[in-house]
C-alpha cells in the first residue's frame, strides 16, 4: 500500500467530486476543476471526506 502518497478532492463543473492521486492534480491548471481540497493522507480518509462534503451538499452524488 501506498502510505506516502496523498489524495485531493477535485469538483467538476457539473458539481460532482472525484477523488484522484496527488499526481494527477498537483502542477497542473485543469480549468474542469472547479474547487479542490487536500492533501489527504489516505485514499480512506478520502472517501470519508468526500462523503462530508456530499452531506453538506458542496458535491453531488454521482
Known amino acids: 500500500m501506498e502510505k506516502s502518497q496523498n489524495?485531493?478532492?477535485v469538483k467538476r463543473p457539473e458539481g460532482h467530486c472525484?477523488?484522484?492521486p496527488g499526481a494527477q492534480v498537483q502542477e497542473k491548471?485543469?480549468?474542469s476543476i472547479?474547487?479542490?481540497w487536500g492533501p489527504i493522507g489516505s485514499q480512506t480518509d478520502?472517501?470519508?471526506r468526500r462523503i462530508g462534503l456530499i452531506r453538506s451538499g458542496k458535491?453531488?452524488?454521482q
Request: glycine residues 0%; contains cysteine.
Open 7 to 9: 489524495w485531493y478532492i
Open 18 to 20: 472525484e477523488i484522484l
Open 29 to 31: 491548471e485543469d480549468p
Open 34 to 36: 472547479v474547487e479542490c
Open 46 to 48: 478520502a472517501i470519508a
Open 59 to 61: 458535491c453531488k452524488p
